[in-house]
């Protein structure tokens, strides 16, 4: 089981609302959201699947570099008994794919969610402190040093209308931190490691991609419903930050944390 955190861009509306709001928003990319059954379709070549060399191996499917789907199916559907309309049957197509049918949602991303888990990872506006629109969900007790990157700092939330974020604070944190980590493991010491991308030894890069990095976080679900999640590319990043950048003062991102 592991944890990741979720933007999630929200219509304007009060604080009494979010929660609902965010589950509603998350609800189409639950992992046991059961959809229409459909068709599960395995690459087109058997052989470059793990799953059916690791049979192979076990003696389970023939022995050869160009097994075809029907054979993987007969093989695995004996050994296995599995009858048709059995969750674990393979198919094979017209054309000779193979498939199994399946409920399981296809655009499955979590299977719990809090609103903290993980820390407050947003900055808000200095003169927004005492703003009720602001929330910090303190739910889930202290969270270790080496997994908060902003432990210590003032102004942190769980999230509010954009207007009341302070995104080039966050960047500039972000920025700054991934200078010293990387400073920290070049000369050799301890550097703490909740980077959500891959470090190099290119200092420049590091310290742009933390930037980059900081108010998208590891996935972005937008106003429309879509869910993004390259976190170590470039362009999206760009366009990511300057949707984000763009949006209505009073539009809602909360920082959710979601389980898979």
């Not at 979590?110 to 402190?129: E, N, Q, S, T």
């Not at 190099?200 to 991609?209: H, K, V």
């Not at 984000?244 to 959710?256: E, G, M, R, Y």
């Given at each position: 089981m592991s944890s990741y955190d979720v933007l999630v861009v929200l219509p304007p509306m009060p604080p009494a609302q979010y929660r609902e709001a965010a589950v509603a928003a998350l609800r189409p990319y639950f992992s046991e959201l059961e959809v229409p059954e459909y068709r599960d379709y395995q690459p087109e070549d058997p052989n470059d699947e793990y799953w059916v060399r690791a049979n192979r191996e076990r003696g389970i499917i023939p022995d050869r570099d160009d097994v075809s789907w029907?054979?993987?199916?007969?093989?695995?559907?004996t050994w296995t008994g599995n009858a048709p309309g059995h969750g674990s049957h393979l198919y094979v197509d017209e054309a000779g794919r193979g498939y199994f049918l399946t409920?399981?949602?296809?655009?499955?991303?979590?299977?719990?969610?809090?609103?903290?888990?993980?820390?407050?990872?947003?900055?808000?506006?200095?003169?927004?402190?005492?703003?009720?629109l602001l929330i910090r969900y303190d739910g889930y007790g202290d969270v270790p040093a080496d997994r908060d990157p902003l432990l210590g700092l003032p102004d942190r939330c769980d999230g509010g209308p954009r207007g009341l974020l302070d995104f080039e604070a966050l960047r500039a944190t972000h920025e700054r931190l991934a200078a010293e980590h990387h400073d920290a493991r070049t000369a050799g010491r301890p550097?703490?490691?909740h980077r959500p991308f891959r470090f190099?030894?290119?200092?420049?890069?590091?310290?742009?991609?933390a930037r980059a990095n900081a108010v998208p976080g590891y996935a972005l679900l937008r106003l429309d419903g879509s869910w993004t999640d390259k976190h170590d590319d470039a362009d999206y990043l760009a366009d990511a930050n300057a949707y984000?950048?763009?949006?209505?003062?009073?539009?809602?991102?909360?920082?959710?944390?979601c389980r898979c």
């Open positions: 029907a054979e993987v199916a007969h093989a695995m559907n409920t399981r949602n296809p655009r499955g991303k979590w299977d719990g969610l809090g609103l903290r888990l993980g820390g407050p990872r947003l900055l808000h506006r200095p003169d927004a402190a005492q703003n009720p550097a703490p490691s190099t030894d290119d200092r420049a890069r590091n310290t742009a991609l984000l950048d763009a949006l209505d003062p009073d539009t809602v991102l909360l920082d959710v944390s």
